[in-house]
């Protein structure tokens, strides 16, 4: 999946329950100083200017790592015992997706009182879930990880913990609302996943993915025109090779 952060195997709830997952975390791609410099200048086309530099290296991957611990997290089967993925057929995977991207969110005051965190961490936590959500293209149904992206836009749209200006095209973060927001929002998520139902399910979805030409694509097209590489191309190797020293990246420049 080209420049894949992280990944847990194997996928499958049975042999997960019997043997556990194992969590991959790739820090040279999570950290890596171009792919960075490619998604801030994005965050900075779509955020006013007093936001911007919240977004730093580190909020990504503390994100991240969170995200993969929030899929072992929450609902594992619905209340009468079925599996998600049967449940909720087609929204089982944006949802799981989405539970695990508010965990990340939802668990930093709790790990600041742990020690974990330190203050400086959150605002630029909040600034790699804020840059998360926002979308280039008007997502279709059948990406799980977009469809989840844009939920999460709208839901804190509505909650207040974005917000738009019409005449600049850009927005601001509410980091007093935002806890908020994510607290509301996954247990909404852990209620559906906990009850099953797929039609409720889909309904929720369909709620929450709205594309405005007003809103979205004006922030996008703002993001595209930060692109000056359409595609990145990660090419991986061996950590034990003899010759596995970084080959680097090769790109293909946006139009």
Same mark, same amino acid.
């Given at each position: *999946?080209?420049? $894949?952060?992280?990944? %847990?195997?194997? $996928?499958?709830?049975?042999?997960? *329950?019997?043997?556990?997952?194992? %969590?991959?975390? /790739? /820090?040279?791609?999570?950290?890596?100083?171009?792919?960075?410099?490619?998604?801030?200048?994005?965050?900075? +086309?779509?955020?006013?200017?007093?936001?911007?530099?919240?977004?730093?290296?580190?909020? &990504?991957?503390?994100?991240?790592?969170?995200?993969?611990?929030?899929?072992?997290?929450?609902?594992?089967?619905?209340?009468? &015992? *079925?599996?998600?993925?049967?449940?909720?057929?087609?929204?089982? +995977?944006?949802?799981?997706?989405?539970?695990?991207?508010?965990?990340? =969110?939802?668990? @930093?005051? @709790?790990?600041?009182?742990?020690?974990?965190?330190?203050?400086?961490?959150?605002?630029? #936590?909040?600034?790699?879930?804020?840059?998360?959500? =926002?979308?280039?293209?008007?997502?279709? /149904?059948?990406?799980?990880?977009? !469809?989840?992206? =844009?939920?999460?836009? $709208?839901?804190?749209?509505?909650?207040?913990?974005?917000?738009?200006?019409?005449?600049? @095209?850009?927005?601001?973060?509410?980091?007093? *609302?935002?806890?908020?927001?994510?607290?509301?929002? =996954?247990?909404?998520?852990?209620?559906?996943?906990? @009850?099953?139902?797929?039609?409720?399910?889909? +309904?929720?979805?369909?709620?929450?993915? !709205?594309?405005?030409?007003?809103?979205?694509?004006?922030?996008?097209?703002?993001?595209?025109?930060?692109?000056?590489?359409?595609?990145?191309?990660? !090419?991986?190797? #061996? #950590?034990?090779?003899?010759? +596995?020293?970084? /080959? &680097?990246?090769?790109? !293909?420049?946006?139009?």
């Amino acid at each position: *999946r080209s420049a $894949n952060t992280a990944s %847990i195997l194997p $996928n499958d709830a049975g042999p997960a *329950r019997r043997y556990g997952r194992t %969590i991959l975390l /790739r /820090r040279n791609i999570m950290e890596s100083p171009e792919l960075f410099d490619v998604a801030r200048a994005a965050y900075a +086309a779509a955020m006013e200017e007093s936001f911007v530099s919240a977004y730093r290296s580190g909020g &990504g991957s503390n994100r991240t790592l969170w995200h993969e611990i929030g899929h072992y997290l929450g609902v594992d089967r619905t209340r009468d &015992g *079925r599996d998600l993925d049967l449940a909720l057929e087609q929204a089982s +995977a944006p949802l799981e997706e989405m539970k695990s991207d508010l965990v990340s =969110l939802y668990v @930093a005051p @709790a790990l600041l009182e742990m020690g974990f965190y330190k203050p400086e961490d959150l605002t630029p #936590l909040y600034a790699s879930g804020v840059r998360r959500v =926002l979308l280039k293209n008007k997502p279709d /149904r059948s990406q799980p990880y977009q !469809t989840m992206e =844009l939920m999460q836009w $709208n839901y804190f749209m509505d909650k207040g913990a974005l917000s738009f200006d019409a005449k600049t @095209a850009r927005l601001s973060v509410h980091q007093e *609302r935002f806890h908020d927001a994510v607290t509301a929002m =996954l247990r909404d998520v852990l209620e559906i996943q906990a @009850a099953g139902d797929a039609k409720a399910a889909e +309904a929720y979805i369909t709620k929450w993915t !709205t594309w405005r030409d007003d809103l979205h694509e004006r922030v996008a097209e703002s993001m595209r025109s930060s692109e000056k590489y359409r595609f990145t191309c990660i !090419t991986y190797e #061996l #950590l034990d090779a003899p010759d +596995a020293a970084p /080959r &680097g990246m090769s790109r !293909t420049a946006a139009p």
